[in-house]
């Protein structure tokens, strides 16, 4: 069952970060399609954090998750970190409905969130 848990995590993990990599590829088209509109620079400035709030996160947090594995006491470190993914699946579905985005959170998000509930609580 450990097995199981760390591939699970170690899956949710590289899924996330594919997934916010795609995340800022993407960026780069929708940010060419602003120069030539007459968007307000604050919007554009909103709508850049936005995207870096839904990029950053799986960068800092991938290391995290495959660091509290190796120690002891790293399942409450995990369960606190999965709040992040979870709430983004959450409110990503909430406001803007089922699109690209929400369904990559939720495939890199599930695997993650089952893998740590499994995680037993032990130095590996």
Request: proline share 5%; net charge positive.
């Amino acid at each position: 069952m450990q097995t199981a848990a760390k591939w699970l995590i170690w899956t949710g993990c590289v899924l996330s970060v594919l997934g916010a990599c795609a995340h800022l590829y993407g960026y780069t088209f929708t940010d060419q399609n602003f120069g030539g509109s007459n968007v307000r620079p604050d919007v554009i400035a909103a709508y850049r954090a936005l995207f870096l709030m839904f990029a950053v996160p799986p960068f800092c947090l991938a290391p995290i998750f495959l660091l509290a594995m190796r120690m002891r006491g790293g399942k409450k470190i995990m369960l606190l970190g999965m709040l992040v993914p979870l709430a983004s699946v959450v409110l990503l579905f909430h406001f803007l409905g089922i699109f690209v985005g929400t369904i990559i959170m939720t495939i890199a998000t599930t695997p993650l969130a089952i893998g740590i509930l499994l995680w037993r609580d032990e130095a590996v």
